[in-house]
């Protein structure tokens, strides 16, 4: 048996699925459930499902071995006050003090934090930041979302937003972006975005007459392409989704030029769903945000791929308590 | 006669003057002096200067009642060891240990930060800051540079160069920018930009035959326009240079917009030589930034005019020991 805090509980509150996992004390997933959020029946039932997920558990690892209770949140996080503002895609959400109605059942320690910060810190306590003390951690997935940790820990900034590379503009005549801007590296190359525009480059390139392995990979059908497929065309040779990664690498490479400058930074760690894309996409963002960073920045800039990927937001959130 | 303690020399070592000065502990420049900085004859005839403006100073005000020197300096300011690296147009400066050299000459307190580090101090403490807890600085002058006030302290950046916002990029094909970058917001912006775009929109305009005010204040010597005759123009209500002014506060809201983001700021101070444009070029910054950051920073969001002006370097720097 496993004695008094030995491992916490790490809760990754998604809009689809919340995962839940036990952590021990070197940040090492030991396992982890999955259930349905149900965002759409609103703060109650979501707390319920996410209670429930813990008791989950519990069933397997000892309660009373249990450092504590860790959850990221999307949304707008209050540290202090344990309470989770507008997260995105969950119905009837405005402000919920999600600590204090956790805490009904569970009388352990508990925090909260938002999402892409707990990814941050669980790459920079036990994955591919150990190294950098200073370092951008960037989600490249449906969004594009970030946190940084400065001297190894969290910088959340005044309110807790600090890091959102998703919404620097590269180009201010750029396409329109969901948040209301133009030209945001997320409308560029969030997972939605970059399928669109790659279906938009390849029509125009079959137009050509020029052929391409992506299109048989989708059998014909341009909808279905998306970063994985991609990345798979790209690897297997294929010269026009290897310049379609090219390109997704220099952009996100201008966006960290200037998010470097500004955060006095000069590594970046990226995970998220699409950052499984090849090497030479990094290798890309890294000449590309070389070229443009200021000169001090030079010498030492790195771009990284994350380490723990989908359990980042378990391990992260557990190390809360940690 | 001032008791021990009651006024600070600042520093403020610029590229072409050194201007040194008393201040008092409310903040209040009680006179100053300026003397050539003589940077291309090399960092000891620079640090000479320093310390005889410095004793021009004593000369009028008693020794015994000075808290302290604080200096702001250009470049990379390694505030612990007191030293100054690679200032920009000063000669052979790779890196100097400046409060040593000052300590040969002065024994009492000494601080040094960079200069636009001090500024942002100075309007956090005395000036348009000091009704908001975090904040950008932004100095609008040859270059575009910044600070960042994070709960009213100066926000420094794992070297010290956090908020270099002239080198946020709004289009990646823009400008080439004298960093080596393209697109950087201070590649429209900065003096010279500024003036040599002016210098080109304003030779299209007169040969489509339009008429120009700037261009009679200019005595039709386009290579005299600089941004103080814009902004003199444009409050004579000439439309060609409220145009250019217009779009040039659009232009700093772009940028403004990504740092406010990835900072997670909502409030910006503008200080700097071009800074003195009128009024609506502010409320050109503030629509073009309220358009384009996320929704959480926009209710909030307001660019004010610097108060301190040429006297925040000064202010700053001697704030550093007060």
Redo the contacts between chains.
């Keep these: 048996m496993i004695p008094n805090g030995q491992y916490a509980v790490g809760v990754d509150m998604g809009a689809t699925t919340i995962k839940t996992g036990a952590v021990d004390l070197q940040g090492r997933l030991l396992d982890h459930v999955s259930v349905e959020t149900m965002a759409d029946r609103g703060p109650h039932r979501v707390l319920e499902q996410l209670v429930s997920s813990v008791e989950e558990i519990f069933r397997t690892h000892p309660r009373e071995a249990c450092a504590g209770i860790g959850i990221g949140s999307p949304g ?1 996080v209050r540290v202090e006050e344990g309470s989770v503002h507008y997260p995105p895609n969950f119905a009837d959400w405005t402000d919920v003090e999600v600590l204090k109605e956790v805490r009904r059942t569970f009388s352990i320690p508990l925090a909260i934090e938002n999402d892409a910060n707990c990814a941050a810190i669980a790459e920079a306590r036990y994955g591919a930041g150990r190294e950098h ?2 370092f951008l951690f960037v989600i490249w997935g449906t969004g594009i979302g970030g946190g940084v940790i ?2 190894r820990r969290i910088h ?10 998703g ?7 750029g396409p329109q972006c969901n ?5 945001c590296i997320e409308s560029y190359l969030g997972q939605r975005y970059l399928s669109q525009r790659t279906k938009d480059k390849l029509a125009e390139y079959l137009r050509l007459g020029k052929q391409s392995a992506l299109r048989d990979l989708v059998g014909g059908d341009l909808d279905a392409i998306e970063p994985a497929l991609i990345s798979r065309a790209a690897e297997a040779g294929d010269s026009f989704s290897i310049e379609v990664l090219r390109e997704a690498g220099e ?1 996100l490479g ?1 966006a960290l ?3 470097f ?5 000069h590594v970046a760690v990226i995970g998220g769903g699409i950052s499984a894309v090849p090497r030479f996409v990094f290798d890309e963002m890294e000449r590309s945000a070389r ?6 920045h030079r010498p030492d800039l790195r771009i990284v791929r994350a380490l723990l990927q989908n359990d980042a937001g378990i391990i992260g959130a557990a190390s809360l308590v940690l």
């Excluded at 919404?167 to 005549?173: A, G």
């Design positions: 707008v003390k200073d400065l001297d959340r900034g005044p309110s807790g937003a600090a890091g959102e590379v919404h620097v503009t590269i180009d201010y005549n948040c209301g801007s133009r030209g952009l201008v030029a200037s998010v400058n500004v955060l006095d930074l070229e443009r960073v200021l000169a001090p």
